[in-house]
């Protein structure tokens, strides 16, 4: 059973920073690839980010690239999600997940909401 928790969201100014924690295990960290994502009120849920777990290897997508960061804490149980120069365009609900058994999800690839493991969410509002 894979179990992810977000936490970090809140309300922030246009052009500052929030940092998102997604909690999971050392074991799921090690087998299993973490996406971030996040889903804005009337559009498609978007990925935003993501670490591998067979090499670490961090990935940033689309509007995020050049302003969101993916890493993991020393004990490999926590993936982070720190964001700069936020817009109000930011502004959604974001979430961590993965599949829902080892190499069901990898970097890059599609990761089904309905099918997927997800935490609950943690809402991002930028706004002066």
């Known amino acids: 059973q894979v179990q992810l928790v977000e936490s970090g969201g809140g309300l922030v100014q246009p052009g500052g920073s929030l940092r998102l924690t997604c909690a999971a295990s050392?074991?799921?960290?090690?087998?299993?690839?973490i996406g971030w994502f996040r889903q804005a009120p009337g559009k498609e849920r978007e990925r935003i980010g993501c670490?591998?777990?067979?090499?670490?290897?961090?990935y940033t997508y689309d509007d995020g690239k050049g302003r969101f960061t993916v890493s993991t804490n020393n004990a490999k149980d926590t993936v982070y999600l720190q964001m700069h120069s936020l817009k109000p365009q930011d502004t959604a609900v974001y979430y961590c997940?993965?599949?829902?058994?080892?190499?069901?999800?990898?970097?890059?690839?599609?990761?089904?909401?309905?099918?997927?493991?997800w935490g609950q969410g943690t809402q991002v509002t930028v706004s002066s």
């Open positions: 050392r074991s799921t960290l090690a087998h299993y690839d």
């Open positions: 670490i591998s777990s067979s090499d670490g290897n961090t």
């Open positions: 997940g993965t599949g829902r058994a080892p190499g069901h999800f990898r970097c890059g690839g599609l990761l089904s909401a309905r099918f997927g493991s």
